[in-house]
């Protein structure tokens, strides 16, 4: 097997493809911070939900962007989240991110 060298540039890598992405990415973002006081519905990567109001934001920012690049940018707002809520002096707010009560698959059986 001989490995091919390419000298193919991928165009989503080039400085405007980016920017196009970090505009989608900020887009997103924003609308998650203006619509945090709504329901999250919508379940995006690395465990991110999201209102359903910012769904057009959403697909927007994964057309724009790699895959690998989205997967990342999440995880950072996740993270940032997690410490803002750390450290945030409103006491109801601290502490850990709670999700949604899922109902038990699991039934103990009867007696």
């Given amino acids: 097997m001989s490995a091919e060298k390419s000298d193919k540039v991928h165009s989503d890598v080039l400085a405007s493809a980016r920017q196009a992405c970090y ?64 450290l945030d002096d409103n006491e109801l707010r601290r502490g850990p991110l709670t999700l949604p009560q899922q109902p038990f698959t699991y039934k103990p059986p009867a007696n």
Wanted: aromatic share 10%; with cysteine.
């Fill in 23 to 86: 505009k989608a990415r900020d887009e997103f973002y924003a609308c998650l911070e203006r619509e945090s006081g709504k329901v999250a519905s919508e379940c995006a990567s690395v465990g991110l939900l999201y209102p359903a109001e910012c769904k057009k934001f959403r697909a927007n920012f994964e057309n724009s962007c790699r895959l690998a690049w989205v997967k990342h940018f999440d995880r950072l707002h996740c993270g940032k989240k997690r410490t803002q809520r750390l």
